[in-house]
């Protein structure tokens, strides 16, 4: 069975700091993918970025950049010059292949940015 | 073009009552998927529907169903309430093609449903 560990239930990170948030996985499959999510206070999960495990390069959004080792399964979110809008509940997730849509999520992690 | 939908954003109920929730998903995505969010649990899946079709299910009792119409969009029911289905209900859809891992799922803003 899938599993996704976010050992990290918050964190405090000064603004315009870089910040990194764990995320650890467990899988049998060799084809799988990586999301990480936003949550703000109001509720609705906002993609950030994706990483496929076949993906040879790490994956980069803007200032979202996933720090992929494939070999450590391990899928870190990267978020560069932390701004105050970035607080918030943020959830990594897998995927399995073949048609299957269901996203197995992490327990997240809650990131305050400090003015 | 307008994202996931869903209504209604806030519910409250009495145990032994049932729900219905509905989620419109973006145009031209077929693949709608529920997830149901608590404090305790975290984020768990539901189940997930395709044309029509129910594709997968997650590992919930048979007092949660859900269906999805010819136009993709999609309701979940919950039968006989309990105090334990307080939760956000998230609609997520995707533009899946089949197999593609790569398909991301939009969601849209939840469903926060209270039992007293």
């Known amino acids: 069975a899938q599993k996704i560990t976010q050992t990290q239930p918050g964190m405090f990170v000064q603004e315009k700091e870089a910040v990194t948030l764990d995320c650890t996985y467990d899988t049998s499959d060799q084809s799988y993918g990586l999301f990480w999510y936003k949550q703000p206070s109001s509720g609705e999960m906002i993609f950030l970025i994706y990483?496929?495990?076949?993906?040879?390069q790490n994956a980069t959004e803007g200032r979202y950049s996933l720090n992929f080792q494939k070999a450590r399964k391990s899928a870190n979110l990267v978020i560069s010059a932390s701004q105050l809008g970035d607080s918030a509940m943020y959830f990594c997730a897998m995927r399995e292949a073949f048609g299957n849509e269901k996203l197995t999520f992490g327990t997240g992690t809650r990131l305050t940015i400090i003015p | 073009k307008a994202g996931v939908t869903q209504t209604p954003r806030y519910l409250i109920k009495t145990r032994g009552q049932q729900v219905t929730l509905s989620c419109s998903p973006i145009?031209?995505?077929?693949?709608v998927s529920w997830y149901q969010q608590t404090p305790g649990q975290g984020l768990q899946f539901l189940f997930e529907y395709f044309s029509e079709t129910q594709r997968n299910k997650g590992n919930f009792p048979g007092r949660f169903s859900g269906r999805q119409f010819s136009n993709s969009r999609s309701e979940m029911n919950v039968s006989t309430l309990e105090l334990g289905d307080s939760a956000l209900y998230l609609c997520?859809?995707?533009?899946?093609?089949?197999?593609?891992?790569?398909?991301?799922?939009?969601f849209g803003p939840g469903t926060r449903l209270t039992v007293l």
């Open positions: 990483q496929g495990s076949y993906d040879e």
């Open positions: 145009s031209g995505h077929r693949s």
């Open positions: 997520a859809s995707s533009l899946t093609t089949g197999t593609g891992i790569r398909n991301e799922q939009f």
